[in-house]
């Protein structure tokens, strides 16, 4: 019992200070940006600035970060999966939960490319106004 708490507990504090270390630039960016957009909706209230756009555009951008995603989620799947010749759990073809790492953003940037090009057709025909 003794030698799980030996463990057990430094791995807590070490998660916990990797999360605290993590999320304080993150709180600090996502109140900075929270500050910027109650500015910019007063602003546009009192007719000083233009209100912001909040079209998507053409969706390159939807395609752009599901590119960048899916290689970055691919990269984590060959650089986890020799861990898998390593630790010997049985798992079929050495995956393992460890591949969820990789295998998560691998999907999410499939399906980002996925809605790029299942709206594609549709946001053409809004542009030419033949909808």
């Given at each position: ?7 057990f ?5 070490s998660?916990i200070?990797?999360?605290v270390?993590m ?9 900075t940006?929270r500050?910027?957009?109650?500015e910019?909706?007063k ?6 600035a233009k ?5 998507n555009g053409?969706?390159?951008n939807t ?8 290689a ?14 390593v630790v010997?759990t049985?798992?079929?073809l050495?995956?393992g939960?460890w ?6 953003p691998t ?10 090009y299942?709206?594609?057709?549709r946001?053409s025909?809004e542009?030419?106004g033949e909808?």
């Amino acid at each position: 019992m003794n030698d799980f708490f030996d463990i057990f507990l430094p791995a807590c504090a070490s998660i916990i200070f990797i999360m605290v270390v993590m999320g304080v630039p993150f709180l600090f960016a996502a109140y900075t940006r929270r500050l910027k957009h109650t500015e910019m909706m007063k602003m546009a209230e009192l007719g000083l600035a233009k209100a912001p756009d909040t079209s998507n555009g053409n969706g390159k951008n939807t395609l752009r970060w599901g590119i960048v995603v899916t290689a970055l989620g691919l990269a984590l799947c060959i650089g986890l999966y020799p861990i898998g010749f390593v630790v010997e759990t049985g798992f079929p073809l050495n995956f393992g939960p460890w591949m969820v790492v990789g295998l998560l953003p691998t999907f999410f940037g499939l399906a980002l490319v996925l809605i790029y090009y299942l709206t594609a057709d549709r946001k053409s025909k809004e542009e030419d106004g033949e909808e």
